[in-house]
């Protein structure tokens, strides 16, 4: 791509989380703007097209990705069709920002890889939203600035309000767990080596193979260790947290209440249940420090293709031992050059 003053983006899928990068993008980002959006529901795209200046709306997302009136791609479209459609950006010479997770399975993580490391330029880069967010980058400053002694162990708590009736456990690991295991991975700055992943049913009316309560140690390299929960059905609402507990202190994200409620004879803070609230900020500085990236033809701060296969890998790895109730060793494989 050669160098722009302004790079149109097209949105690949433009449900709640596509809609939101088009709005970021068009709106609170200067030197991008969207130009093309997409969504197997056109009244979905019809949606996003109007917030957008009327950005041109397309039935066909390669059609989108190899126009020339694109310049970078965002895309949001269901996890299984990830892998593929980010063949095609690096296939078009088109940088793109792909929503987590990279891909669904291990093999397709790895075509990525190949593909980018084959076009020997980073095009790929994975949202994993709390590399940005301001909680997760100040625990991130208070753990390396040394202050604190060496990292030990992340511990987390992710929650979401409910999922679809019959979500498997696999699909919670993938879809939602991927988060926690980039964020563990980010800011123990460690690698995976080891995995032990537990669930249950939490009510005995889901269906039967639901685990929505689930629980995972991770054994990572330099002596670090990591403990999360993952419950997707918490019902009172949408919460996420991650500690680092060092030798000689802790931190630990904050959560960004707004305001302190009275009501009812009682005082405290409302809980979202929309996933977006929390790390609507986090989401603009991803997208501005993305378009920054492409303006500047600099390095993204954010995940890269590596990260987004790493994860999966872990995640496969969690799935076998939610499925067999054993340890399960993560194996990388070699890092290519392009990643070091
Ligand atoms: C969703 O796709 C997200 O990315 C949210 O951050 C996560 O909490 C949720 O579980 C996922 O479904």
């Known amino acids: 791509m050669n160098r722009k003053e302004r790079i149109a983006v ?27 959006v997409f969504d197997v529901d056109q009244s979905h795209a019809a949606h996003a097209s109007s917030l957008c200046d009327s950005a041109e709306i397309f039935t066909d997302p390669v ?3 190899n126009s020339p009136k694109v310049d970078a791609v965002v895309i949001a479209s269901p996890d299984d069709t990830h892998a593929n459609l980010t063949l095609a950006c690096i296939k078009a010479g088109k940088p793109v920002l792909c929503e987590k997770p990279l891909a669904t399975t291990v093999d397709d993580a790895r075509d990525v890889i190949a593909a980018e490391t084959a076009f020997e330029k980073k095009m790929v880069s ?19 600035s040394g202050e604190l002694g060496l990292p030990l162990l992340w511990k987390g708590v992710h929650r979401n ?20 295991f980039d964020s563990a991975r980010f800011l123990l700055e460690a690698e995976v080596q080891e995995v032990y ?28 260790m990591a403990v999360g929960e993952v419950y997707v059905n918490a019902t009172y609402g949408y919460e996420v947290s991650a500690e680092v507990i060092c030798q000689k202190g802790t931190a630990v994200t904050l959560q960004p209440d707004r305001a302190m409620v009275r009501a009812n004879a009682h005082r405290g803070f409302y809980v979202s249940s929309d996933w977006l609230a929390p790390f609507e900020e986090a989401y603009v ?15 993204f701060s954010g ?9 999966m890998v872990v995640t496969a790895a969690c ?9 399960v060793p993560v194996q990388l494989g070699e890092k290519a050059e392009l990643y070091q």
């Open 126 to 144: 994975v949202g994993f939203m709390r590399r940005f967010d301001p909680q997760h980058t100040a625990v991130k400053a208070a753990v390396t």
């Open 63 to 65: 059609a989108l990705i």
């Open 303 to 311: 995940a890269n293709a590596w990260d987004g296969y790493v994860t």
């Open 197 to 224: 992943v537990r669930g249950l049913k939490t009510r005995p009316e889901l269906h039967s193979d639901t685990t929505d309560l689930l629980v995972f140690e991770l054994a990572m390299s330099d002596n670090r």
């Open 285 to 299: 500085i991803e997208d501005r420090a993305w378009i920054e990236s492409l303006l500047k033809d600099t390095k």
């Open 319 to 327: 799935i076998q031992s939610l499925h067999t109730g054993k340890i």
């Open 161 to 180: 309000a409910s999922v679809p009736f019959g979500t498997t456990g696999a699909t919670i690991l993938t879809n939602s767990a991927g988060h926690d």
């Open 10 to 36: 097209g949105i690949v899928g433009t449900g709640g989380m596509g809609t939101r990068h088009a709005d970021n993008l068009h709106h609170l980002v200067g030197g991008a703007y969207v130009s093309s």
